[in-house]
């Protein structure tokens, strides 16, 4: 037996942990056992190393035979869960348009809403699916997917009505900017199966104000605060901060915003990372200069952000899962459904024209640029090979990948982190009297459980 190659370990003066990213799982081992099991893996064999302990280890993946190819295993994931067709998945472009104006968007935007001639071709590419699927989630994407609610509505209660049917589980969840997410709003958002929302706030109101502006230029913080206080009785709501350089610093007056709302333990707030997309020279943020990060420096910047929101009662420690393909842009039975009918296979390319697959009314009959992310591999690349962040990260955000200029952005914040992101969740799970071998997905949902109202 030998130790895999995804363990990261962590010492505490009553306890040794390990936690292994190929299959998700934190052990705790008392000190006199991990001496012996050391003792045991050096090649004593009359060390006292206790059964129990090494059939955790085997359980989670922290030892494996010595002929264990571990890539392969890792490989084989990535390829089924690629080409799983159990699983359908849409993210539906109901309005390019938008009520915003963010200096950093990735879109080139129209003011299109989806008609009832595209929703039409939707339903006929869902009910092509149902035979042979299980479960159907639709993610709800702009522009601001509101200004298109009407069509919204109609689809989702097609959705709903088909999959009960077929017995098909169906789930959706709205990435919003949060201005139309009115109480109303959310009670239908919830009537329909939309179990998560994603709202963006970047900062507190006068840097939120002047990096999410409306389009005519007035301030928008203050009307999604407001929604906000509804909302959070209806869904499960997530704030995505985008940072960069000009508004990481100003994260923490946010947070004490927040909490003094009161949204303390009822909302969750996480960074995400402004890049400057130059892919489609008409959309914002070819012309964006407000000091991106870097992959490395945003790793460090989140730390930072998380460290911050959990003080204040709005995050709780977490630790990637082990996942196959991560996302709907290297999973071949997804798709992304443009306002106007328009296919692509990435949300970042959402509004450009030279990302277009095909069309909705010939579904069946993409064109060329398919491949590109269908072929996308992971395991053809020698750093993501050598990589401890591969089983939780599998090749990252592909759209990056094949820009040269974004290339290094492709990567998830656990390649840079990984030790301090284990290191606190250690620190969580003692909180907690973790003992034995713990599921991390499993452990943080038990605690949500406990802590719920």
Not at 75 to 88: C, G, M, P, W
Not at 111 to 138: C, G, K, M, R
Request: some cysteine; overall charge negative.
């Amino acid at each position: 037996m030998r130790e895999s190659r995804y363990n990261v370990w962590v010492q505490r003066p009553d306890a040794a942990y390990v936690f292994n990213s190929r299959s998700g799982a934190l052990l705790r081992i008392p000190p006199e056992h991990h001496t012996a099991y050391r003792a045991f893996m050096a090649g004593d064999t009359d060390a006292p190393c206790p059964p129990s302990l090494l059939a955790n280890l085997i359980a989670g993946l922290m030892i494996v035979r010595d002929d264990a190819n571990e890539l392969q295993s890792l490989e084989k994931r990535y390829h089924s869960s690629r080409d799983a067709n159990r699983h359908f998945a849409l993210t539906v472009v109901t309005s390019l348009g938008c009520n915003f104006s963010c200096p950093y968007c990735f879109e080139e935007k129209h003011p299109s809403v989806l008609n009832e001639e595209v929703e039409a071709h939707i339903l006929e590419v869902l009910d092509a699916q149902l035979s042979h699927i299980d479960s159907f989630h639709v993610t709800w994407f702009g522009g601001e997917p509101l200004v298109g609610k009407k069509s919204l509505l109609r689809l989702s209660d097609a959705f709903i009505g088909r999959c009960d049917e077929a017995e098909v589980r169906y789930d959706a969840s709205i990435i919003t900017n949060g201005y139309l997410l009115d109480e109303a709003t959310c009670r239908e958002l919830a009537a329909r199966h939309v179990t998560s929302v994603q709202v963006g706030i970047d900062g507190p109101p006068p840097m939120h104000d002047r990096m999410r502006p409306l389009n005519n230029g007035r301030g928008s913080f203050y009307t999604i605060l407001a929604n906000l206080r509804k909302a959070v009785d209806h869904l499960d709501i997530a704030v995505r901060v985008n940072i960069d350089g000009g508004n990481a610093s100003s994260v923490e007056e946010l947070f004490k915003l927040l909490a003094d709302e009161g949204f303390g333990d009822k909302l969750t707030v996480y960074p995400g990372q402004i890049v400057g997309v130059q892919q489609n020279l008409r959309a914002p943020s070819a012309s964006y200069r407000g000091g991106c990060f870097s992959n490395a420096e945003f790793a460090r910047e989140e730390r930072r952000f998380l460290d911050l929101a959990a003080r204040y009662g709005l995050a709780k420690p977490r630790l990637p899962s082990p996942t196959g393909a991560p996302c709907t842009a290297v999973r071949a039975n997804e798709l992304v459904v443009g306002s106007r009918g328009e296919l692509y296979k990435c949300w970042d390319s959402v509004g450009d024209q030279n990302e277009v697959i095909g069309d909705i009314r010939d579904h069946a009959s993409p064109n060329g640029r398919l491949a590109k992310w269908l072929s996308y591999d992971p395991f053809q690349n020698q750093e993501c090979r050598g990589c401890i962040a591969l089983p939780v990260c599998m090749g990252g955000c592909a759209h990056h990948a094949f820009d040269k200029l974004l290339y290094e952005n492709r990567c998830g914040t656990f390649r840079h982190t990984f030790h301090e992101q284990v290191s606190t969740f250690v620190d969580f799970a003692e909180r907690n009297r973790l003992s034995g071998l713990t599921s991390i997905t499993a452990l943080s949902l038990s605690v949500d459980t406990a802590e719920a109202p």
